[in-house]
């Protein structure tokens, strides 16, 4: 009997940092163990060797800012068997999505020294405006703990378990202080998804929403919430205009509240 094909892995590079593929070599043991599961088939930060497609499972990286981004991803959904979206840039546009609060053609000559040969969207859009995506695994970067779990359920053929809690029930689970209650300190905690195990309430200072916003977020109460504790809407609005600026709640809410100068 002929062995078993590996399940070949792809990981694709849309407009990022490349933090989240940093967090997949991050992984370093586990790391070995799946690549010995798997044929790391297109994977340009950890190989050289690129195999030709179809994928078995296809880890996207980036939201789509260029007219050629935006043709590139129809082409690797229709290689790809499994497409999963890895951090924010993905799944939320990223903190490159500033740009769809204002007009990028006067960005443009104050970032490049050659504006004329830039050829970019007039905004930064998640990779499920464009394909469809069979899970999204959030984060800025992504947890790598995450990361593994994904992998490990697509190798046993299995839904990935993602938690939907905020990362207020995560502080519940492991003591932290809430920093809102004890300390005053606005926090975003109460409306983000949970998965990054409260690293920054963990270290005395607010969430700043890098996870996206948590499914049926309210964040109308949140800004009661942050106005019982003194904060204006301007710094809600810049809080909320940071990593995932572009998501749905974070982005309806912020509009309520421009501009963001004075308060
Ligand atoms: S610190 Fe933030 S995330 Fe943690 S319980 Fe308080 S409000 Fe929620
Ligand atoms: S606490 Fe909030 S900002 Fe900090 S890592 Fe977690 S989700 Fe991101």
Redesign the pocket.
């Known amino acids: 009997m002929a062995p078993r094909r590996k399940p070949r892995l792809a990981v694709w590079k849309f407009a990022s940092c490349d933090g989240c593929q940093l967090s997949l070599l991050d992984l370093e043991d586990e790391l070995l163990a799946i690549a010995g599961a798997v044929e790391l088939a297109n994977f340009p930060e950890a190989s050289r060797a690129i195999l030709k497609g179809p994928y078995d499972l296809s880890l996207v990286e980036g939201s789509i800012t260029t007219p050629h981004d935006a043709e590139r991803i129809h082409e690797v959904r229709r290689v790809s068997k499994v497409l999963v979206t890895i951090g924010a840039c993905a799944n939320a546009g990223g903190i490159q999505a500033l740009r769809n609060f204002a007009d990028v053609k006067e960005w443009v000559p104050l970032v490049y020294a050659n504006p004329a040969v830039i050829d970019t969207l007039r905004t930064s859009t998640p990779i499920a405006n464009h394909v469809k995506v069979d899970y999204e695994l959030n984060?800025?970067p992504v947890d790598k703990h995450q990361l593994l779990a994904v992998a490990t359920a697509f190798l046993q053929g299995r839904r990935p378990w993602l938690p939907s809690v905020s990362?207020c029930a995560t502080c519940k689970r492991r003591g932290i202080p809430c920093v809102s209650v004890a300390r005053g300190i606005p926090c975003?905690?109460p409306v983000?998804r949970a998965?990054?195990g409260?690293?920054?309430?963990a270290y005395g200072r607010g969430?700043?929403?890098?996870?996206g916003p948590l499914r049926g977020a309210n964040v109308a109460a949140l800004r009661q919430a942050w106005r019982a504790l003194g904060a204006t809407d301007a710094q809600l609005v810049r809080a909320l205009r940071a990593y995932t600026a572009s998501a749905e709640a974070f982005r309806k809410e912020s509009e309520r509240h421009e501009p963001v100068h004075g308060s």
Do not use: E, N
């Not at 409260?198 to 309430?201: G, I, K, Q, S, V």
């Open positions: 984060g800025c990362v975003l905690g983000v998965g990054c409260a690293l920054c309430p969430c700043y929403g890098c996870f």
